[in-house]
């Protein structure tokens, strides 16, 4: 059953956060998601560097694309459901870059210390590529993979713009897939914990996050400046989240742009009868809808309506942000 419910979690892709340490849903559940590495598909090119492992998708069209740096959750890794992701936005014209940042040989093991300059360094060799348009850079992530988009995207200007799915308003403390205690930061700047939120207490429901951000006022330090992005910044939750609470969060981080003044728009879609996976890709509706797409809430109704919707609804706030210069006057 166990085996059956890890290969479900990856075929979905939902390329999230499973659980985080001292969660009660992990100690009902001591297993991790498998480590995986895939080739990329038809037309992709595997990037397997001292310092980088991805793949890159060159993007359907001529002359220099616009680009992407997508990045999955704390499966880690580069699985199939991030690859077949980024075949996908590779497919309307985007050059994509699908980054494993945690987990492979000579990457952090736990969710501790995971360097923002393994994705800042991915976005530099994105720009350089000359397939590339260098003005027009997004990046793209869910869940652990949001909350880095936004750390990331608050700290370049470069950004054209940001999608953060089921995303934080805070960087977190961090995790170990096999419970052993992580006291410090998910992520490391130039060798030092980024400030991180810290998780002390567990809600009568084994929910950790929402105590924590009961707390979050004591630890300014910690919040992500969202209001630094530069770019339009597009958020996507379900209020049903039972993993963390990603709409609350999502607000947060509107909250924060708009009463900050950014002239830049911050667009929040937010789903009522989605979870944590009524994010991603479109799926078949009906029996081929894996049963594990409820697992942290909605209903399968919900989540795959929530992906109908917000799927498309992604593509085009893309294509907009990223158009040429030339397009967006004449659009206005």
């Known amino acids: 059953m166990r085996k059956a419910l890890k290969r479900g979690a990856i075929a979905l892709g939902f390329g999230v956060a499973l659980v985080t340490a001292g969660g009660a849903w992990l100690a009902a559940h001591p297993w991790g998601p498998p480590i995986e590495l895939v080739d990329p598909g038809a037309g992709g090119t595997p990037i ?24 999955g959750g704390s499966e880690g890794g580069l699985g199939a459901a991030v690859d077949g992701q980024a075949r996908l936005l590779a497919q309307e014209g985007f050059a994509v870059f699908a980054l494993a940042y945690y987990r492979l040989p000579g990457q952090p093991k736990r969710f501790e210390l995971v360097p923002l300059e393994t994705l800042t360094g991915a976005l530099d060799w994105l720009k350089a590529h000359s397939g590339v348009d260098p003005a027009r850079l997004a ?28 995303p934080s308003q805070v960087a977190w403390q961090g995790f170990d897939w ?25 809600g009568w429901n084994g929910d950790i996050y929402g105590p924590a951000l009961a707390d979050a006022a004591k630890h ?31 607000r947060a981080v509107k909250a924060r742009r708009d009463e900050q003044g950014n002239a830049l728009a911050t667009t929040l879609l937010a789903y009522p009868d989605a979870g944590h996976f009524g994010v991603g890709p479109q799926l078949p509706a009906g029996d081929s809808v894996p049963a594990m797409i409820t697992m942290f809430g909605g209903s399968k109704e919900g989540n795959v309506a ?12 893309l294509k907009q942000a990223l158009a040429p210069a030339a397009n967006k006057e004449t659009d206005r």
Request: with cysteine.
């Open 220 to 250: 300014p330090e910690a919040a992500i400046p969202v209001e630094r992005i530069a770019g339009p910044v597009l958020l996507l939750c379900g209020e049903d989240d039972k993993l963390w609470p990603s709409c609350r969060m999502a």
């Open 139 to 166: 990046i793209m992530g869910t869940s652990k993979g949001a909350e880095a988009a936004l750390l990331v995207a608050s700290r370049r200007a470069d950004i054209t713009a940001v999608v953060a799915a089921v």
């Open 306 to 317: 929530a992906r109908a919707d917000g799927w498309p609804r992604t593509i085009a706030f």
């Open 48 to 71: 397997r560097l001292p310092t980088l492992v991805g793949n890159f998708y060159p993007g359907a069209g001529e002359g220099r694309r616009p680009a992407i740096l997508l990045l």
């Open 178 to 202: 096999s419970f052993a205690p992580v006291k410090t930061s998910s992520w490391s700047e130039g060798g030092k914990p980024v400030p991180y939120l810290p998780i002390t207490t567990v």
